[in-house]
C-alpha cells in the first residue's frame, strides 16, 4: 500500500492519524482519521507534531484544556534528548512582562500543516495530491487580542456557532449511523491501538 504523502513512492508500513493522536485528550481520540505512511514520513511527521502542538498549548488561553494536554503530552519531552526540544522553543526567545515569548519556526509549522493537508487529500480523493500541484500556508498574524484582525476573526467564529446546537445535527447524524464493518476489514494493531482499516 503506498503512502499518503504527496510525491512519496515508499511503501506504507504504518500508520497516521489526522489531525495526530497526541493533540486529544485520552480517550478522546478513537474517532480520528487514519492514513497509511512510510516510516520517514511517520518519523518526520512525529518531531513536528510535538513542536506545533507546544506552541498551540503555549498560545491556548487558560481556561482551555491544553495545559492538561501540554502537561501529558509535551512536558514529558522537554527534556528528552538533552533537552532538545525545550531548546529548540526557546531559540530565539525573549522576556516579555508576564513570561517568555517563543519564536515560531515557519518551516516547521509548514511541513505540519503540508502533512495535515497531505492526509485530508488523500482521505478524501482516495489518492495522493498529485506532484503538480503545490501546497502553500498562509499565517495570519494574529498576536494581540485588541488586533483588529484578531477581533474580526474571532466575531466570525462567534457567529459560526451562535445557536448552533450542542448535539451533531440529526440529519447528518444519520448519515453516519449506519456503519457496517465489512467482513473484509481487518482489525490492525499498528502502534498498539485498534482502528477498521481496508487491508489490499
Ligand atoms: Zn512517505
Keep these: 500500500m503506498e503512502c499518503y504523502f504527496q510525491g512519496c513512492t515508499e511503501d506504507a508500513t504504518t500508520k497516521e492519524h489526522i489531525p495526530p493522536r497526541s493533540f486529544f485528550p485520552q480517550g478522546e481520540n478513537d474517532q480520528l482519521l487514519t492514513v497509511r505512511s512510510c516510516k520517514i514520513h511517520n518519523n518526520d511527521k512525529s518531531k513536528n507534531d510535538t513542536y506545533v502542538l507546544a506552541h498551540i498549548c503555549m ?22 534528548n ?23 519556526d515557519c518551516d516547521r509549522l509548514d511541513e505540519f500543516f503540508t502533512a495535515l493537508s497531505c492526509g485530508l ?60 464493518i465489512h467482513p473484509s476489514l481487518r482489525r490492525d494493531g499498528v502502534n498498539g491501538d485498534m482502528d477498521w482499516y481496508c487491508p489490499t
Excluded: W
Aim: aromatic share 8%.
Design 121 to 180: 487529500i488523500y482521505k478524501s480523493q482516495k489518492k495522493k495530491l498529485p506532484s503538480n500541484y503545490r501546497l502553500g500556508h498562509i499565517y495570519h498574524q494574529l498576536s494581540a487580542p485588541d488586533d483588529i484582525l484578531c477581533r474580526e476573526m474571532q466575531n466570525e467564529i462567534d457567529k459560526f456557532y451562535d445557536g448552533k446546537p450542542l448535539e451533531p445535527d440529526p440529519k447528518v447524524f444519520e448519515q453516519y449511523q449506519p456503519v457496517v
Design 59 to 80: 498560545n491556548a488561553p487558560p481556561e482551555s484544556r491544553a495545559k492538561e494536554i501540554f502537561d501529558k503530552t509535551v512536558r514529558p519531552q522537554l527534556s528528552h
Design 82 to 104: 538533552n533537552d532538545a526540544l525545550a531548546r529548540t522553543l526557546l531559540k530565539d526567545s525573549r522576556e516579555v512582562s508576564g513570561g517568555i515569548s517563543c519564536a515560531v
